[in-house]
T-cell receptor, first 117, second 112 residues
Framework: DTEVTQTPKHLVMGMTNKKSLKCEQHMGHRAMYWYKQKAKKPPELMFVYSYEKLSINESVPSRFSPECPNSSLLNLHLHALQPEDSALYLC????????????????FGSGTRLTVV | DAKTTQPTSMDCAEGRAANLPCNHSTISGNEYVYWYRQIHSQGPQYIIHGLKNNETNEMASLIITEDRKSSTLILPHATLRDTAVYYCIVRKSGGSNYKLTFGKGTLLTVNP
């Protein structure tokens, strides 16, 4: 299995809702990432997990709460979002956080397109 | 990490080679050049990477100049499905190199 699977593919939520995005990989990768991509912009890093521990939070508002229950699964819990949080949320994984060169490539999922109304 | 400069957009005829340039004049000795692409509404896809030598795989070739200040991604026979945004990214080995940071990229449009 060489894929990163994200669910759901599309999500519409109200500003008072609580929802979760799910990301799964079975490649044995020990680093996992959340990116946010607004329309016509490049992806921006949000969170980095290494060996199921949060390594990096790129100053993301607390209404976004990541969770890594095990080495294959990454969740992003959403609460009290704003319309400006509407975006494509991408999950990625790589073998190891600090590996560059061969084995240092990221595998991305297809993303969850989130609309906040 | 070194910054990269890419043209905003390029066109290519189907079946012809697409040559996408990237300038990374401030690259240091331990920084790799990575290329990813993103087809509309999909996640980015890894294409190829290199350090000093030219590299080739089933998707593309990467030509890095001798001074390493620029590189060119070559898609030898572009198809309509190669229409995408192509990102050139420089990443450092060792230290705090966890970030894969995307620039604006080049929108390659392959025309019939």
């Amino acid at each position: 299995d060489t894929e990163v699977t994200q669910t759901p593919k599309h999500l519409v939520m109200g500003m008072t809702n609580k929802k979760s995005l799910k990301c799964e990989q079975h490649m044995g990768h020990r680093a996992m990432y959340w990116y946010k991509q607004k329309a016509k912009k490049p992806p921006e890093l949000m969170f980095v997990y290494s060996y199921e521990k949060l390594s990096i939070n790129e100053s993301v508002p607390s209404r976004f709460s990541p969770e890594c229950p095990n080495s294959s699964l990454l969740n992003l819990h959403l609460h009290a979002l704003q319309p400006e949080d509407s975006a494509l949320y991408l999950c990625a994984s790589s073998q190891e956080l600090t590996l560059v060169g061969t084995g240092g490539s990221y595998t991305f999922g297809s993303g969850t397109r989130l609309t906040v109304v | 990490d070194a910054k990269t400069t890419q043209p905003t957009s390029m066109d290519c005829a189907e079946g012809r080679a697409a040559n996408l340039p990237c300038n990374h004049s401030t690259i240091s000795g331990n920084e790799y050049v990575y290329w990813y692409r993103q087809i509309h509404s999909q996640g980015p896809q890894y294409i190829i990477h290199g350090l000093k030598n030219n590299e080739t795989n089933e998707m593309a070739s990467l030509i890095i100049t001798e001074d390493r200040k620029s590189s060119t991604l070559i898609l030898p026979h572009a198809t309509l499905r190669d229409t995408a945004v192509y990102y050139c990214i420089v990443r450092k080995s060792g230290g705090s190199n966890y970030k894969l940071t995307f620039g604006k990229g080049t929108l390659l449009t392959v025309n019939p």
